[in-house]
């Protein structure tokens, strides 16, 4: 019954299936890159790393006053 319907050559055949795998496949590719260069490394969740720049600004400024 479905075999009327279905190219007897593959259904690679038809253009618009090959266009959408290939789309398919670009994409993919792109999201495991971008998952590999930006999420490889995992961060440390401290103190340090929530609140680095407020918390580096404090220090800087208690070490110069200290200095002072």
Request: proline share 4%; aromatic share 14%; hydrophobic share 50%.
């Amino acid at each position: 019954m479905f075999k009327k319907w279905l190219p007897q050559q593959g259904i690679f055949s038809i253009p618009l299936i090959r266009e959408i795998a290939l789309i398919l496949i670009i994409k993919v590719i792109i999201i495991f890159t971008i998952k590999h260069f930006y999420f490889s490394n995992p961060v440390s969740f401290n103190e340090d790393h929530l609140f680095g720049e407020i918390s580096t600004i404090e220090k800087t400024q208690a070490t110069e006053q200290l200095l002072q």
